[in-house]
């Protein structure tokens, strides 16, 4: 029988190279495709030689790649773009072209070729939430000008025009809004707040905690997210869908589990916060649990181990 074939853009980002992975262990015959602007090569290492699986440098800004333009696509599943807050600080154009122009390519190809489209959004679109914790239904506190709002209205753009293409040309959709989401793959360069805190501790250096450090985020492990991707994939539900771990915990509190884990930390140092930094983030997973009878298996101390476990045998 023939395999079902998925394009993956941002194949070699972080969550990207897990979904790819996962989509070859299913059976798929998986096309990657990442300009590597944040991705990293090495995180296709233990999939590249897969002979199911194929790797593509390429821009989804500049258009869709004529040799992807005329192929099968069963699922075009579109991650690419810078997604921590110093990356997308230092790619701000590209940052919203990926998200406008490059999803544009993608839902013209889904159109073209009948695939179904499958758009990576965030908890980000709820900007500052004003509501907590935060639902499928809650349209969001975002700043339309500040600092995130290349990201964030990017993010809220690439889902209008997923719907737009859904209502007007009836491409089958799929929407996930993913809440911090942490796990080996990541790049201990990306300056958010898992990476810094863990890479600080193995250097004997001091946190780095920004404000007061009483802001709250809720952090799900990668697989869990991966888990939740594929079961959505499978229903016919077309609006967006949360996918995060409801545990919230403030900045400090995650400091104190990296030193429980790390015991080289050190003191924590405190720095300004970030222009429109959310003051708390927690998923409302009620959607999810029902939908797709899924919730996060793998709790804050467990992810932390096993990432621990990743960055000390790869990246250090
Ligand atoms: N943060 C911090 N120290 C760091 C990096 C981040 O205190 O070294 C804070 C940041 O201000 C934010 C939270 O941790 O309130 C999560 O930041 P991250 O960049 O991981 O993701 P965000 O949820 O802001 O997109």
Redesign the pocket.
């Known amino acids: 029988m023939k395999k079902p074939l998925a394009l993956v853009t941002g194949a070699a980002g972080f969550v990207g190279s897990h979904l790819a992975e996962r989509l070859l262990s299913e059976g798929f015959s998986v096309v990657g495709v990442d300009n590597l602007c944040t991705g990293r090569l090495r995180n296709l290492e233990s999939f590249q030689d897969h002979p199911d699986f194929q790797f593509l440098k390429a821009d989804l800004i500049e258009g869709v790649p004529a040799d992807l333009r005329d192929r099968p696509w069963d699922w075009i599943f579109h991650f690419a773009s810078p997604a921590?807050?110093?990356k997308y600080f230092q790619m701000p154009l590209e940052t919203l072209r990926i998200n406008s122009e490059g999803t544009r390519h993608l839902l013209e190809l889904c159109q073209k070729s009948g695939s179904k489209f499958f758009y990576a959004s965030t908890?980000?679109v709820y900007g500052d939430p004003l509501v907590h914790p935060q639902a499928e239904s809650y349209w969001g506190n975002v700043n339309p000008i500040g600092v995130r709002s290349i990201y964030d209205e990017a993010k809220r753009y690439g889902e209008a025009i997923t719907y737009a293409y859904h209502r007007s040309h009836q491409v089958d959709v799929r929407v996930i809004r993913i809440f911090?989401t942490y796990g080996p793959r990541m790049d201990p360069e990306d300056?958010?707040?898992?990476t810094?805190?863990m890479f600080?501790a193995l250097k004997n250096q001091p946190?780095?905690?920004?404000?007061d450090?009483l802001?709250t985020?809720s952090f799900q492990f990668v697989s869990d997210l991966v888990e939740g991707v594929c079961r959505l994939m499978r229903t016919d539900y077309v609006w967006p869908v949360n996918l995060g771990n409801p545990g919230e915990f403030t900045?400090l509190e995650?400091a104190e589990r990296v030193r429980s884990l790390i015991p080289s930390a050190r003191e924590n140092v405190f720095?300004p916060?970030?222009s429109d930094?959310?003051k708390q983030?927690k998923p409302d997973i009620g959607l999810a649990k029902k939908l797709l009878d899924w919730e996060p298996k793998i709790n804050l101390e467990q992810g932390l181990a096993i990432t621990l476990d990743y960055f000390k045998t790869r990246e250090t």
């Open positions: 921590s807050p110093p908890s980000e911090n300056g958010r707040v898992v810094n805190l600080q946190l780095t905690l920004y404000g450090g802001q985020r900045i995650f720095l916060l970030p930094d959310p983030r």
